[in-house]
C-alpha cells in the first residue's frame, strides 16, 4: 500500500501494544501530539521514538507549537511565549518592521530547540491567516497582522528560524481563514465577499508558497464554491495550487472538527477526492483510525510531495542558545 495517506494521533504518554501493532499495520504516513501526549522531556523522547519504530522508518512527527495559547509543550519545562499578535505588535512598538522579524526568527529558532530535543520535526505554524477587527477569539490572537505584507514577513521569519533549528514548517489555514467569525471546531464559518476582496487574504500564502507544507482551512468562501468548505472542495483546492500556486504538501486541518459533516471516513474521502494530500487525524481514537486506515496510500502525486517534504529534513545549526533568548526578550520587553 505505500505509507497511508493520513496522519494520526496516539493516546497518551506511551504506545501500548494495540496501538503499535495498529501503527504498523496502517503505517501513517506521520504522526502528530497533544499536551495528552506530553508530560517530560525523556517522556516525549521515548515516545518519539517509540511511534518510528511502529512504522519502521523516520516518519514526520507534527505538533502544534504556535506559542501563546496554542502550544502543547509548556513552562515549567519548556519555554512560554507571548501570542504572536501580541509579540509582533510589541516589537513593532520597541522598534520596526526588520526588529519585529527578527524577534519572530528568534521565536522559531528557540521553539525549534525545544521540538529537535524531543524527536518532534515539524511544527504546524506560521499561521498566515490575516487578522480583521472581527476575526473570531479562537484564532485573532493566534495572527501576525492585518496586514498581508506584515503577516508575510513575519511568517517567513518564523519558518526560517524553525528551520535552521532542523523543523520543517506547515502553514495554515489555506486558503485563508482570518475573515471567518465561527471557531470551525465548533461549527462552519462562511466568507460571503467577492473574489477580489480575498486575494489580500491569499497573499501570505502566495509570498511562502515554497514551504514544503500546508495546511487546509475548515471554511466556506462563497466566491470560491459556496456549499462546500475549502477543505474538500475542488475548487478551493485548484486555486491553492494555482492562484497560490502553492506544489507542497497539503493536509486538512483536524478531520474530527465540527465545521464538517459526516463520518470521520466520509469527511476523509471527500477531502482526498478534492485535492488535498493527506488526512490530519488528532485525538487518537482507535476506532475512527481504523476507518481512516481504509483510505489506503498516498497518491502518487502526493508521495511526490511527500517525500520532498521530508527530503528538506536537516539538522539544527548552531546557535548560542542563551543570548537568543536574551535577544528576543529585549526586542518585545
Request: hydrophobic content about 40%; glycine content about 10%; aromatic content about 6%.
Amino acid at each position: 500500500m505505500g505509507q497511508g495517506a493520513y496522519i494520526f494521533g496516539c493516546e497518551g504518554l506511551s504506545l501500548d501494544k494495540r496501538e503499535a501493532a495498529f501503527f504498523r499495520e496502517s503505517d501513517p504516513w506521520g504522526y502528530i501530539l497533544f499536551a495528552r501526549n506530553v508530560d517530560t522531556p525523556e517522556q516525549m523522547y521515548r515516545l518519539t521514538s517509540e511511534l518510528r519504530e511502529a512504522v519502521g522508518r523516520d516518519a514526520p512527527i507534527l505538533i502544534d507549537q504556535e506559542g501563546g495559547r496554542v502550544q502543547r509543550m509548556r513552562a515549567p519545562t519548556w519555554r512560554e511565549f507571548l501570542p504572536p499578535l501580541d509579540q509582533i505588535e510589541a516589537a513593532l512598538r520597541r522598534g520596526d518592521e526588520e526588529a519585529a522579524a527578527r524577534s519572530m526568527w528568534l521565536r522559531g529558532r528557540l521553539i525549534a530547540d525545544d521540538l529537535a530535543r524531543v524527536g518532534v520535526d515539524v511544527n504546524c505554524a506560521p499561521t498566515l491567516d490575516v487578522a480583521r477587527d472581527d476575526t473570531h477569539p479562537f484564532l485573532r490572537n493566534r495572527c501576525y497582522g492585518s496586514d498581508p505584507e506584515i503577516v508575510a514577513l513575519m511568517g517567513r521569519a518564523v519558518a526560517d528560524g524553525q528551520a535552521e533549528g532542523g523543523v520543517l514548517s506547515v502553514m495554515k489555514h489555506m486558503p485563508g481563514h482570518g475573515r471567518g467569525t465561527v471557531d470551525s471546531h465548533l461549527g462552519l464559518p462562511r466568507v460571503e465577499v467577492d473574489l477580489d476582496e480575498l486575494f489580500g487574504d491569499f497573499a501570505p500564502f502566495k509570498a511562502l508558497n515554497d514551504l514544503p507544507m500546508g495546511m487546509s482551512a475548515h471554511i466556506v468562501l462563497d466566491a470560491v464554491e459556496p456549499e462546500t468548505p475549502a477543505t474538500q472542495s475542488d475548487k478551493c483546492i485548484a486555486l491553492i495550487r494555482t492562484e497560490i500556486g502553492f506544489d507542497g504538501l497539503l493536509m486538512t486541518d483536524d478531520i474530527s472538527m465540527e465545521a464538517l459533516s459526516g463520518s470521520v471516513f466520509e469527511r476523509a474521502t471527500r477531502s482526498i477526492a478534492a485535492g488535498c494530500d493527506l488526512v490530519l487525524h488528532c485525538n487518537g481514537d482507535m476506532a475512527e483510525m481504523a476507518h481512516l486506515a481504509k483510505l489506503g496510500g498516498l497518491t502518487t502525486a502526493a508521495q511526490v510531495r511527500a517525500d520532498r517534504a521530508v527530503a528538506l529534513r536537516k539538522p539544527a545549526e548552531g546557535i548560542d542558545i542563551r543570548e537568543a533568548e536574551a535577544e528576543l526578550k529585549s526586542l518585545v520587553d
